[in-house]
């Protein structure tokens, strides 16, 4: 049963890039190609060859139009959702808290996932993440640390920062990004 006929992409459209003003992000789907602009500002992707040189990969199949994935964005206007999110203009401050809380199994333990967020603690402190891979294409870790209002966004064109995370498992810091995030904002930061 459909809760609504719109198409997703149009739903993030509506209720994500124009309430956050983020005017440097699209979704992109086999059906709906980036705006012009976008396009000719989308860092190509790159990888790595056989012999570790870095080379252009090859061109990408387009997705079809659901949440796995599809936006094209800027860091700058992550940080636009980013703020937009923690101000409470997105969605309630309830429904953002029990989107970064652990979901519980049937069994009554925590799992390392709330609603579209990673959950962790590390070293007393929670941190909810999220990353994202396109394999020899893109990656990204968006990290953030709520009790200090600290956030880390990176954006690659290439999967240069995925680190083979589980999905049932939350372990950013083995992420060699994150550690150096985690151990210079800790020198800093106690809770």
């Known amino acids: 049963m ?3 006929h719109d198409q997703f992409s149009s739903l993030v459209d509506k209720y994500i890039f124009r309430p956050a003003k983020m005017t440097r992000s699209a ?6 190609p980036l705006p012009a602009d976008l396009a000719r500002d989308l860092a190509p992707p790159h990888q790595l060859d056989e012999s570790g040189k870095i080379v252009r990969s090859p061109d990408l199949e387009p997705q079809g139009d659901g949440a796995a994935g599809g936006v094209v964005t800027t860091v700058q206007d992550l940080a636009k959702f980013d703020l937009a999110l923690d101000r409470g203009e997105l969605i309630s401050t309830a429904s953002r808290e029990r989107m970064m809380s652990p979901t519980i199994s049937t069994d009554g333990k925590p799992l390392p996932y709330g609603l579209g967020w990673f959950v962790q603690e590390y070293q007393g402190r929670k941190l909810v993440w999220h990353s994202g891979l396109w394999e020899k294409a893109y990656s990204a870790l968006y990290l953030k640390v709520p009790d200090q209002s600290v956030t ?8 240069g920062l995925w680190w083979n995370n589980a999905l ?3 372990e950013v810091e083995k992420s060699r990004f994150a550690q150096l995030f985690l151990r210079d904002w800790t020198r800093t930061a106690q809770p």
């Open 2 to 4: 459909a809760a609504t």
């Open 27 to 32: 979704r992109r789907y086999r059906d709906l």
């Open 152 to 159: 880390l966004i990176l954006l690659a064109n290439s999967d």
């Open 168 to 170: 049932d498992k939350a």
